[in-house]
């Protein structure tokens, strides 16, 4: 069965510094990988996806992830943070069929 | 167009009530989602509506009874809850069923059950 882990339930930055979100999953398959973010109060919100094309994506709020087959990770970056960044981050796998699995959460804070 | 609009945003009910959620999208998506989200945790997929039938089912307890009238809205209709139902409740879309696992799920903001 297909599962992500996600390293770190807090991770805490300074206002302009690199935002690194791990992610490591396990298929026995070609996965398909996401990353959500969810604020406060809200629902879940899609960063960006990786289905196979590039190893390297680019979402939305500059945010990009490198999938590497080797290490079974798919790590979630952002080269400098904002204010508005803080919130929850999902990494998730579909394997086969609609079903997503999702990590336990990263809750990234940012420090003025 | 990307919204999935969830309806109410808020829910406060007795243990003896009947209630109903609502969800409802316009994108033409074929797959709609019943989620369970707890405090500081992770979604857990409750039910899968493909092409207005039942595809998945995660072994949720009957107390909770989801049905899809039609393509674009999808309910969940709540009975005899217990307090440890209380919950974000989260419908999400995606543009087919029929396990194309790649579609992406757009979600709602939720509702927030609360069971007293």
């Known amino acids: 069965a297909q599962s992500v882990t996600q390293l770190g339930s807090h991770v805490s930055v300074s206002e302009g510094a690199l935002v690194l979100l791990r992610c490591n999953y396990s298929?026995?398959?070609?996965?398909?990988l996401f990353w959500y973010v969810q604020y406060p109060n809200q629902g879940l919100q899609l960063l960006l996806k990786?289905?196979?094309?590039?190893?390297l994506v680019k979402g939305i709020n500059g945010f990009e992830a490198e999938f590497k087959k080797s290490e079974t990770s798919f790590h979630l970056t952002k080269p400098s943070a904002h204010m508005s960044d803080a919130a929850e981050y999902f990494c998730?796998?579909?394997?086969?069929?609609?079903?997503?699995?999702f990590g336990t959460g990263t809750r990234l804070t940012i420090i003025p | 167009d990307t919204e999935v609009t969830q309806t109410p945003k808020h829910l406060v009910m007795g243990m003896t009530n009947k209630k109903s959620l609502k969800c409802e999208q316009h994108?033409?998506?074929?797959?709609m989602y019943w989620y369970k989200q707890k405090a500081k945790k992770p979604p857990e997929l409750m039910f899968v509506?493909?092409?207005?039938?039942?595809?998945i089912n995660e072994s949720v307890p009957s107390r909770f009874s989801p049905e899809c009238p039609n393509s674009s809205l999808l309910n969940l209709h709540l009975h005899a809850l217990q307090p440890e139902d209380s919950a974000l409740y989260l419908c999400?879309?995606?543009?087919?069923?029929?396990?194309?696992?790649?579609?992406?799920?757009?979600f709602g903001a939720g509702t927030r059950l609360s069971v007293l």
């Open positions: 999400a879309s995606s543009q087919e069923g029929g396990g194309r696992s790649h579609n992406i799920q757009y």
């Open positions: 298929s026995s398959v070609p996965p398909y």
């Open positions: 990786y289905t196979s094309a590039a190893t």
């Open positions: 998730a796998v579909s394997v086969g069929y609609e079903k997503l699995t």
């Open positions: 994108m033409g998506h074929r797959a």
């Open positions: 509506y493909s092409y207005e039938k039942l595809s």
